[in-house]
C-alpha cells in the first residue's frame, strides 16, 4: 500500500520505534487540545490562558532545535532519541499531579524539551533507514499512522478530561517504553563525520538553507503549523462555545480530520509520481485555506466535519511532500540539522500561532480566527510560488529584437 516492499529484520524494527516515537509525541498536542477547556475551572483560568500550554512546549525548541540537529548530526541519533522520549514521558506524566497551573506549566515546558529533542529525529531516521521512493512511502505511512492516532487521541482526550482534567496526562507515561526500546535496539544511523570540525559543518548547513527547495520546504513547514496550530487549539474551543457540545464530542469530531489526512497519505507516492512536488503543496494548502474559511460559515456539527475532512485531505498531501522535500534535498551527513531548522521554524510558528490568536481573541470573536487563517493560507501560497524558478524561454530563432 506504502510502496516500502520487503526488509530486514532489523529495520523494519527500527521503523517500528521510529513510528512509535512520532505516534508518541503527537499526544503533545492532540490528545490536549480538546481537553484545554476543562482545564480552566479547576485552575481558574481563561480561555485566552490557555494558549500557554501550548506555547511553553513549542517555545523551547526555537532554541534547542539547532543544537539537537547538531547533536545528532556530529554524536549520533540513538541515544538523543531514547532520552528526548523518557524525558517527554516522564514531565507529560508529572502534569498529571501539579497542584498550581504554574507548576503545569512548568512540566510543559520541560516536557517540551524532551519534544523538542525528538521531533525532528521521526523524520531524519526514516531518510537514513530509507532511500528514493521508498522514503516517500515511508513519510507517508508516517504521516497516516499520526492520523490514525488523530483518530484516537483528540476523542480520547476528551472523553477523559470529561471525567477529570488530569487523567488525559496521566497517558504519558506510556511514553517511557518507547524510549528504552529505542535505546536498546535503535541502530545508529548518522552520516560520515565532518573532518574539518563544527564550523566546517554549521557554514555546510548554511548554505544548503539557501537551496531554493529547502526554502520552499521550510515556507511550507511554518505555514502548515501556523494553520494546525491557530486551527486545531482553537476548533473544540468554538465548538464548545458556539455549538453548546461537550468536550468529547468535540473530539470525535476529529475524525473526520483523520480520514481525509490518511486517505491521501496513503497514496503519498502516487499523488508524487510524476509531479512537481512543490506544486502539489501549493494546490493542497488552497484547500486547506478554502476548508479553515468554512467553519464559521457552515450551519451544523456535520458540515463542519466536512470541512475538517477537506483540511484532512489537504494535510495528508502536505505533510509527507514536504518532509521529502526536507530529506531528498540534504545529505546524510547534514540531514540532522537541515531538518532541525526545518524544526526551528516551525517551533516560531506553533509559539506565534497560538500567540497571536490568544491575542486576537482579546479583540474578536472565535469565528474571526478562521477567516484570519483561511486569507493568510491563500496569501502565503502566493510568496511561496515566487520561489520557484521560472522557467526559461525557448528562442525559436538566432535573430536579435
Not at 497514496?267 to 509520481?273: D, K
Request: net charge positive.
Amino acid at each position: 500500500m506504502f510502496g516500502l516492499g520487503e526488509m530486514s529484520r532489523d529495520r523494519s524494527r527500527a521503523l517500528s520505534i521510529v513510528y512509535a516515537a512520532s505516534i508518541s509525541l503527537m499526544m503533545g498536542v492532540n490528545f490536549i487540545q480538546p481537553a484545554l477547556p476543562a482545564l480552566t475551572v479547576p485552575f481558574d483560568v481563561s480561555d485566552s490562558a490557555l494558549s500557554l500550554i501550548m506555547t511553553l512546549f513549542t517555545a523551547p525548541a526555537i532554541v534547542l532545535s539547532p543544537i539537537f540537529g547538531i547533536v545528532a548530526d556530529l554524536y549520533g541519533r540513538r541515544l538523543l532519541l531514547s532520552v528526548g522520549l523518557i524525558v517527554f514521558g516522564i514531565f507529560g506524566t508529572a502534569m498529571a499531579f501539579a497542584p498550581s497551573f504554574s507548576w503545569l506549566l512548568a512540566f510543559r515546558t520541560l516536557q517540551g524539551i524532551g519534544f523538542s529533542a525528538v521531533i525532528p529525529l521521526t523524520i531524519v531516521l526514516i531518510g537514513d533507514l530509507l532511500e528514493g521512493e521508498q522514503e516517500i512511502g515511508g513519510q507517508g505511512l508516517k504521516v497516516f499512522l499520526d492520523r490514525v492516532g488523530y483518530m484516537v487521541f483528540p476523542p480520547l482526550g476528551g472523553l477523559l478530561a470529561s471525567i477529570a482534567w488530569f487523567w488525559p496526562f496521566v497517558f504519558y507515561v506510556l511514553t517511557i517504553p518507547v524510549g528504552f526500546a529505542a535505546l536498546l535496539w535503535m541502530p545508529e544511523t548518522k552520516g560520515k563525520n565532518n573532518s574539518d570540525g563544527t564550523l566546517a559543518y554549521l557554514g555546510d548547513i548554511l548554505r544548503l538553507t539557501r537551496h531554493p527547495r529547502l526554502v520552499i520546504a521550510f515556507s511550507a513547514g511554518f505555514l502548515r503549523f501556523f494553520l494546525d496550530y491557530g486551527f486545531l487549539t482553537y476548533f473544540p474551543l468554538f465548538l464548545v462555545r458556539t455549538h453548546g457540545i461537550s468536550t468529547a464530542t468535540a473530539g470525535i469530531l476529529y475524525v473526520f480530520f483523520s480520514i481525509g489526512a490518511m486517505i491521501t497519505a496513503s497514496q503519498a507516492g502516487r499523488i508524487a509520481a510524476g509531479r512537481d512536488k512543490a506544486n502539489v503543496l501549493f494546490i493542497a494548502f488552497v484547500v486547506s485555506g478554502a476548508a479553515v474559511a468554512l467553519v464559521p460559515t457552515v450551519p451544523g456539527l456535520w458540515l463542519v466535519g466536512g470541512a475538517l475532512f477537506f483540511y484532512g485531505l489537504a494535510n495528508g498531501v502536505i505533510s509527507p511532500m514536504q518532509k521529502s522535500l526536507l530529506t531528498q534535498n540534504a545529505p546524510a551527513e547534514l540531514r540532522g540539522g537541515i531538518v532541525s531548522f526545518d524544526r526551528l521554524i516551525q517551533q516560531v510558528s506553533k509559539t506565534t500561532s497560538t500567540s497571536i490568536v490568544g491575542l486576537l481573541l482579546v479583540s474578536a470573536n472565535l469565528s474571526t480566527i478562521f477567516w484570519f487563517l483561511g486569507i493568510l493560507s491563500f496569501i502565503s501560497v502566493g510568496l511561496m510560488a515566487c520561489l520557484l524558478p521560472r522557467p526559461k524561454r525557448v528562442v525559436s530563432s538566432p535573430s536579435v529584437s
